[in-house]
């Protein structure tokens, strides 16, 4: 019976001794000498903006969706115009490249319907770039990921455009991200 007294003082004696002692008002204390990093991903430090845009740029011959904050929902213009103008710093540091420049020359973009319809200028006969499945996908990528396109298509000179899909059929019909689904990976 008396161990069973004594068990509860015990506990009660091992728990508040834990071999950290007390102060007994406030200290202050030193922050380590050096820089700080931080654990936290480079996307939360990002500044956050009221809406968010994906962006479908390149690592190691995938595509990779990014999703980007911004102050406004971007116009399908926007989107196009902030794909062309490539990875940011940081992202670039990430290891995120574009196939676009030399492969495609997008000139813009528009929706009709859920379609969106992207006009393509003649390559530069020196744009030195091979791999246009992964442009031509970086773009279906990125228009497919807003609400309001499901498919999208190319034209030169107001006529469709046969474009390579991930398979490396030539197709002029509307493509999806499912025609460049092997390529996609997330992050």
Do not use: K, W
């Not at 540091?93 to 003649?122: E, M, R």
């Not at 390559?123 to 996908?137: I, K, N, Q, T, Y």
């Not at 497919?144 to 000179?157: E, G, M, N, P, Q």
């Amino acid at each position: 019976m008396r161990r069973r007294r004594l068990a509860p003082v015990a506990l009660a004696v091992l728990l508040t001794g834990c071999g950290i002692p007390t102060d007994d008002g406030p200290r202050s204390v030193r922050p380590p000498g050096g820089p700080l990093r931080s654990s936290a991903p480079a996307e939360a430090t990002v500044p956050a903006g009221r809406a968010v845009e994906t962006l479908c740029l390149v690592r190691d011959n995938r595509i990779v969706p990014v999703v980007r904050r911004v102050d406004r929902p971007p116009s399908i213009a926007d989107q196009l115009r902030h794909l062309l103008a490539g990875p940011s710093g940081a992202e670039r540091d990430s290891d995120l490249t574009s196939a676009l420049p030399g492969a495609v020359n997008a000139a813009g973009a528009t929706v009709t319907g859920t379609q969106a319809l992207v006009a393509v200028d003649q390559p530069a006969h020196d744009g030195g770039r091979s791999d246009e499945v992964l442009a031509f996908g970086q773009i279906v990528c990125t228009l497919t990921s807003r609400a309001d396109v499901t498919t999208v298509a190319f034209l030169r000179d107001g006529r469709a455009l046969g474009v390579p899909r991930a398979d490396g059929s030539l197709s002029s019909r509307p493509l999806t991200r499912g025609d460049y689904a092997p390529l996609i990976t997330e992050r």
